[in-house]
């Protein structure tokens, strides 16, 4: 694997991540998916992680494909530790040790902090924080020895300035951030950096519990009067994922259109 760690190296703006194997998780559709097609065109090696959507997963793989690199789709429930293992390993025997890891699986759910039971909170914390928590450890020991990696977290505004009748959502986000910066602290001395993204309001079936009347508001309490889209998160994490970021570690990226300032 070539991997440019020197910011003093030439960098290809064509194919910044030639080279390189990321894993994205989450990535059959929504952001996740925007995100494993712009670290394709950008030369990566993507392995696209799903849990239900087999034939998205399979399809997503397939774009990534079309760009020249290599793709493979893998099922694997990122909640469960046996299954993030897995994870890495098919990655690796397929594509190689992963030297970007993108956290993007997350779950929402909306309603009442009252009516927010025990299970609704672990749901929550399993897949928004426990998941990335231990998908990072599992890439670790590869990155270690390279000497090199990123680890870019899907985080939200929530977790930044918390969002009403998301309060389990947000909590869950907000330990993200708070994951991030530690881990950046601990894995920067090792050429490893970690940063988080934290859209506002994208476009995906995650906000498909809002009316066409919500999501109307929403476009026009943005500043830049519209929602996001995959291609907007995934822009900023392929900044993050490249070698030219090799400065930025434990810093929150909020791509939301001025929602959150
Ligand atoms: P989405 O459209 O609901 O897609 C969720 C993706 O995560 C799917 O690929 C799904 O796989 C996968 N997934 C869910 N649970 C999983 C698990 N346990 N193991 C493996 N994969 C799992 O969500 P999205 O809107 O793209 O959101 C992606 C990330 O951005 C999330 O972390 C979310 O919190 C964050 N975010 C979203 C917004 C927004 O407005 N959309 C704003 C801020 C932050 P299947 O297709 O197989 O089910």
Redesign the pocket.
Known sequence: MRVMNDPSEPFSTTCPLFGQVALV?????????GIARTLAKAGAAVAV??????E??IHVARECQSYGAKSLAVQ?????LG?ITRLVQETQLHLGPPSILV??????RFGLFIDTDESMLAELL???LK?PFFCAQAVLPGMLKAGYGRIIN?????GIAGGSCEVA?SAS?GGLIAFTKALAKEVGPSGITVNAV??????????THLSSEDLKLLSQETPVGR??T?AD?AAVVLFLASPAASFMTGQILSPNGGLVI
């Open positions: 998780t989450g990535a059959s559709r929504g952001i996740g998916a992680n799903y849990l239900n959507n087999r998205q997963a694997a429930d990122v909640t469960d299954a956290n993007n699986a997350g779950r929402a399993n897949a928004n998941a899907i985080s939200s505004v929530w959502y986000k934290a859209p506002g309001a994208i476009e995906t079936d995650m906000l929602l996001g995959p998160v």
